[in-house]
């Protein structure tokens, strides 16, 4: 059965430095998007893309985030200089038309120090 | 407005019990109400979803039951399981310009024997 793969599974980086968090969606899949769950609370939507341009993003996808398909196969979550707060799971997530079903990956624990 | 309120926030249940998990949302352009089930170190996984214009859907021992007016729905696990054990999310989505999913608090299952 085809799933959405994330990596790394864990990610531990120092305050102020840059991560790429990397998702591959469902191969036939055209839509994708990012969530968060800081750890024991709900999950938060940050951004969908589609066309490779950004459809929606949330108040919390400020500046120090950005988004990018690089090639045909995967999809990025960059945070430019993170911050102790950023530390959480993201989730990426695709879905094959829109307002369809979105499928989620397992997750990158990302631990800011 | 865009919030989903999810209750309770953790649940024991017995095993052969029904559990029932709750939710209420504000926002009447949600029109697509998915539960999700998250297993420890897991991604989101989609249980079960309903849209508006029915009141009740059944999927094996998963039910949700929908109330448009008073604007709340609520997920039925019959026959509970120790497998059942895991956090469950509602959620809601608006078909008006966005796909973006907006979830509950989540809801922590416990199936004891």
């Known amino acids: 059965e085809p799933e959405v793969t994330q990596t790394p599974s864990h990610q531990v980086t120092q305050m102020g430095q840059e991560v790429i968090l990397r998702c591959v969606p469902i191969s036939n899949h055209l839509y994708f998007y990012w969530y968060r769950q800081i750890l024991g609370q709900k999950v938060e939507f940050l951004v969908s893309f589609y066309n490779n341009e950004i459809s929606e993003k949330s108040e919390i996808f400020d500046d120090q985030f950005s988004v990018e398909r690089p090639d045909g196969s995967n999809f990025t979550l960059k945070i430019r200089s993170t911050k102790l707060e950023d530390s959480a799971m993201y989730f990426c997530a695709s879905s094959a038309v829109s307002y369809n079903e979105q499928f989620f990956g397992p997750g990158t624990r990302l631990t800011v120090l | 407005q865009q919030q989903v309120k999810q209750s309770p926030q953790s649940l024991i249940v017995q095993k052969g019990g029904i559990s029932i998990i709750n939710c209420a949302y504000e926002?009447?352009?949600?029109?697509?109400f998915p539960w999700y089930q998250q297993f420890p170190g897991k991604g989101p996984a989609l249980l079960i979803a309903?849209?508006?214009?029915?009141s009740e859907k059944k999927e094996g021992r998963f039910t949700i039951s929908f109330n448009k007016s008073a604007k709340q729905f609520s997920l039925h696990i019959m026959d509970s399981q120790p497998g059942d054990s895991a956090t469950y999310f509602c959620a809601a989505r608006s078909n008006f310009g966005n796909e973006k999913l907006t979830f509950g608090t989540g809801t922590r299952l416990t199936i004891i024997p």
């Open positions: 926002n009447t352009a949600f029109d697509y």
């Open positions: 309903i849209r508006p214009d029915v």
